[in-house]
């Protein structure tokens, strides 16, 4: 059927506009289609890793809980090598450090809890981390540095820890009426059900005053 002067106008247009553009067009959808298979590929890829990541936390946590110390240090490793800036990196840090310091290997642990304080998007598992190695710098016998760990806020759940470690922290220092304050914090944080409130409460007793 014979096109009219008008539709006849509209199709030259339409043939100039495609002439003009139609390669710009066909990039445009073509870098558009392969930009969400990148991003499907990426989910992907993600989810298998934080599979993997989950799997080796798990790993760690069971041998952890069945004293297989070797098993926990090698699923934390990987995952502190491979999936360092996953959910479970720092809290698998935390672990690696506490495995380590059992087996008596201090400088491992500092080593994991640096990383895990460095690491960590949970507040808590940064704390834990805090107190861990504020611990260990104390059986070094670095004292300043120890305290330094301690010195920002803790979360209630924690401050009671906090305060009894600096309590000892100042008391070997021979910094009595500190100490004796710090004691008497960690007795207020702790709760009557706490384990460590006798404890506490023998070395406040010890301090005299």
């Known amino acids: 059927m014979a096109l009219?002067?008008?539709e006849q106008e509209q199709v030259d247009e339409a043939k100039a506009w495609w002439k003009q553009n139609g390669n710009k067009l066909i990039w445009g959808v073509t870098i558009f289609l392969l930009a969400a298979a990148g991003w499907r590929g990426w989910e992907t890829w993600s989810r298998t890793q934080a599979a993997e990541a989950s799997m080796l936390f798990d790993s760690a946590v069971q041998a952890a809980s069945v004293n297989d110390l070797k098993t926990a240090k090698a699923a934390s490793a990987q995952i502190m090598e491979k999936h360092a800036g996953s959910a479970y990196g720092a809290p698998a840090a935390w672990l690696a450090g506490r495995v380590n310091t059992e087996s008596g290997?201090?400088?491992?642990?500092r080593a994991q809890y640096e990383f895990a304080l460095e690491h960590a998007s949970d507040e808590?598992?940064?704390?834990m981390a805090r107190l861990r190695l504020a611990a260990l710098r104390f059986e070094?016998?670095?004292l300043p540095g120890a305290l330094k760990l301690l010195a920002d806020p803790f979360d209630p759940a924690f401050q009671g820890l906090a305060e009894q470690l600096k309590g000892d922290l100042l008391a070997a220092q021979n910094k009595l009426p500190e100490a004796r304050a710090?004691?008497?914090?960690?007795?207020?944080?702790?709760?009557?059900?706490?384990?460590?409130k006798p404890l506490v409460e023998i070395r406040l007793d010890g301090l005299g005053g």
């Open 4 to 6: 009219d002067l008008e």
């Open 105 to 109: 290997d201090v400088k491992s642990a």
């Open 124 to 127: 808590g598992v940064r704390q």
């Open 140 to 142: 070094e016998n670095d």
């Open 182 to 196: 710090a004691y008497k914090l960690a007795l207020e944080k702790l709760g009557d059900k706490s384990s460590l």
